[in-house]
């Protein structure tokens, strides 16, 4: 069975600095993919940053990146120079592929992130 | 850019009550699903549809049930509300697509209470 595991409830972290996020997973299959998404107080869920299980390179967009790392199975994500508009939980996720490609999404507990001005 | 529309947005319910959480997305996704929040958790699947006509349970389907008659819709029953389905819930979309990156689109979600 599949399972995302973030063992952070809760960070702080100063304005324009770099925080990281802590994912770990565990599956059996070789195929599957890595999605984070941040959920400010208003509710929505959005999505961040994804890495593909046979990606050679760590994915980025903007800000954020993930820190890719197969044989720990962990999937972290990095928030460089933080804004007070990060604030807001995140989620860690995970989709199985290969002949059963349903998309459905395991999730993790979340942590809620904190931006300090 | 509607994307996934959910409604309503909040709603009270009494235990026993019935209702339908109504979901619609305009992308032509023929993947959708339903998940539960519950306070301060990750989600959690209930059902999902890969098209229209088809449906399977999730992680935690008791208590609901679903229908997908057009592509576009995918409504989620509740029967019999107790106070243990209070939660947010989220209906998502995504592609069908040979492409691994498979990203779901969530709608705004629906905050229930069973009183």
């Known amino acids: 069975a599949q399972k995302i595991t973030q063992t952070q409830p809760g960070m702080f972290v100063q304005e324009k600095e770099a925080v990281t996020l802590d994912c770990t997973y565990d599956?059996?299959?070789?195929?599957?993919?890595l999605f984070w998404y941040k959920q400010p107080s208003s509710g929505e869920m959005i999505f961040l940053i994804y890495q593909g299980s046979y990606d050679e390179q760590n994915a980025t967009e903007g800000r954020y990146s993930l820190n890719f790392q197969k044989a720990r199975k962990s999937a972290n994500l990095v928030i460089s120079a933080s804004q007070l508009g990060d604030s807001a939980m995140y989620f860690c996720?995970?989709?199985?592929?290969?002949?059963?490609?349903?998309?459905?999404?395991?999730f993790g507990q979340g942590t809620t992130l904190q931006v300090k001005p | 850019n509607a994307g996934v529309t959910q409604t309503p947005k909040f709603r009270i319910l009494k235990i026993g009550q019935s209702m339908t959480l109504q979901c619609t997305q305009d992308m032509n996704h023929n993947y959708m699903y339903w998940y539960r929040q519950d306070p301060g958790m990750g989600l959690k699947l209930i059902y999902y549809s890969v098209g229209a006509g088809i449906t399977d349970k999730g992680e935690v389907p008791n208590g609901y049930n679903v229908s997908r008659s057009t592509t576009e819709d995918f409504p989620l029953r509740l029967e019999l509300a107790a106070p243990s389905q209070t939660s947010v819930y989220f209906c998502?979309?995504?592609?069908?697509?040979?492409?691994?990156?498979?990203?779901?689109?969530f709608g705004a979600g629906t905050r229930l209470s069973v009183l």
């Open positions: 599956t059996s299959d070789q195929s599957y993919g």
């Open positions: 996720a995970m989709s199985r592929y290969g002949s059963s490609n349903t998309g459905k999404l395991i």
């Open positions: 998502a979309s995504r592609a069908a697509t040979s492409s691994a990156k498979n990203i779901q689109y």
